[in-house]
Structures are given as structure tokens and as C-alpha cells.
């Protein structure tokens, strides 16, 4: 009897950005790939589809240790993805003059820093605890999911700061 090969249909959103994402950070990349921004905008895209990649690979498992593999390196790859994205900003929008600017009567280069010491305490949290994410998941139409801990909802609010600045 052979066995039944069936994708989770879940997955495929995270297997189409994956796929977008790798070709967009090859083609920026090889325009000029000497401009500072290029590379900035190719580290992003590239770390954003190795994001996006490792969800996908979560509702691919096919087992509780698969998932709970998978479980954390969407977020593993996608903190960093903050620092790129606020370095390719200040990049495009001239540096010097930004980071002069204040935000809530705070220098953004002020700001900048903060959110750069908090992604490696935030990337400790999540990879050494449960407190963010915790184990996988298995629901019925979705199949493997992250489980969220109660650290969740202000790893949200941090997210959203470099929004802000």
C-alpha cells in the first residue's frame, strides 16, 4: 500500500514569501551589490525569508519534535530582522540627520540603542525559555502552531517601538 504524500495547505503562504523574498534579496544584492544600502536591504529580505522559511518548515512537521524544532527560528531569525531594518531606514533617509532628530524628546540615536541592547535579551528569552514561545501545538485545521507564553504580549509591544522611531 503506498503511502499518501499531503502538504499542509498552511504552509504555502510562508513557502511563496520564502521563495519571493530569496529571489528579492539575490536581485537587490547583484544590482550593486557595493552600496551599502543593497546590502542592508539584501541582509533584510535574506533574514526575512529564512524567517518566513522556518514557519513554513513548523506546519510542514510532521511529528511533536519536528515542531518543536521549527517552534522558535521564525523568531530566532526575525528579531535581528528590527536592527537590519532600522539600519537600512537611517541608510536611505541620511544617518547623520536622523539620528539628530528626537522622538518623544529623545534622540532617535538614543532609541536606536535601546532596541539594539534589547534584541540580543529578547533573542536569550526566546531561545532559552518558555516565556515567549512555548512548545508546538498540534491544532486541527492548521496542523503545528506556536504555543505563546506570557512574555508574548510585551515581546508584541516591543515590536512595534521601532515603528514609533
Not at 504524500?5 to 521563495?19: E, G, K, T
Not at 552600496?35 to 514557519?55: I, M, Y
Not at 512537521?61 to 531606514?89: D, H, M, R, V
Request: aromatic share 14%; hydrophobic share 50%; net charge positive.
Amino acid at each position: 500500500m503506498k503511502k499518501k504524500i499531503s502538504m499542509n495547505p498552511y504552509a504555502l503562504p510562508s513557502i511563496i514569501a520564502f521563495s519571493l523574498l530569496s529571489v528579492l534579496s539575490l536581485a537587490v544584492v547583484f544590482q550593486n551589490p557595493r552600496e551599502k544600502s543593497n546590502r542592508l536591504l539584501f541582509a533584510l529580505c535574506l533574514n526575512l525569508a529564512l524567517s518566513v522559511g522556518a514557519g513554513g518548515l513548523l506546519h510542514l512537521s510532521t511529528s511533536e519534535s519536528q515542531a518543536n524544532f521549527w517552534n522558535k527560528w521564525p523568531y530566532i531569525f526575525g528579531l535581528p530582522a528590527y536592527i537590519l531594518a532600522i539600519e537600512y531606514a537611517l541608510q536611505i533617509s541620511g544617518r547623520s540627520q536622523r539620528l539628530k532628530e528626537t522622538l518623544v524628546r529623545v534622540p532617535i540615536a538614543v532609541h536606536r540603542w535601546i532596541i539594539y541592547g534589547s534584541v540580543p535579551f529578547w533573542l536569550l528569552v526566546v531561545i532559552f525559555t518558555d516565556l515567549i514561545i512555548s512548545p508546538a501545538k498540534f491544532c486541527t485545521p492548521t496542523g503545528w502552531e506556536h504555543g505563546y507564553g506570557p512574555f508574548f504580549l510585551m515581546l508584541t509591544v516591543y515590536q512595534q517601538f521601532p515603528k514609533a522611531s
